[in-house]
């Protein structure tokens, strides 16, 4: 099993989630502020904040080869991301790209029209 950082030098990196040990720290390089990471099967979803509006882009989680740079666009200040990876339910296949809330679809980058509030569970 894997873990992902994002450095503030411009890379996304992958570690050991066991020991810690470096898998390969330079899996994306090049990157404007990387703040928040997700993965959801062999994809990293990296959200990227930029003077303006930030995006969210996608990488094979394995080369670290773009899939989408532009994923998601004109977004503001995305901090952090979720994935619901479940396979029921309103939202399922869903995103929350957070400081922004707004609840996005994986599969097409479309936002969803409906919030579900996680605080009431």
Do not use: H, W
């Not at 030098?9 to 990471?37: D, F, M, W």
């Amino acid at each position: 099993m894997s873990r992902y950082t994002a450095a503030a030098g411009g890379s996304v990196g992958t570690y050991n989630a066991t020991s810690g040990a470096p898998i390969k720290q330079n899996l994306v390089t090049g990157l404007s502020r990387p703040e928040g990471i997700a993965t959801l099967g062999n994809t990293v979803f990296v959200s990227i904040l930029a003077s303006g509006l930030g995006s969210v882009a996608t990488y094979d989680a394995t080369s670290g080869d773009p899939i989408k740079p532009t994923f998601i666009t004109g977004v503001r200040s995305p901090y952090g991301l979720a994935i619901n990876s479940g396979s029921s339910g309103k939202n399922k296949g869903g995103m929350c790209v957070m400081d922004a809330g707004d609840p996005i679809n994986v599969g097409t980058g479309n936002l969803f029209e409906t919030q579900t509030d996680f605080t009431a569970v």
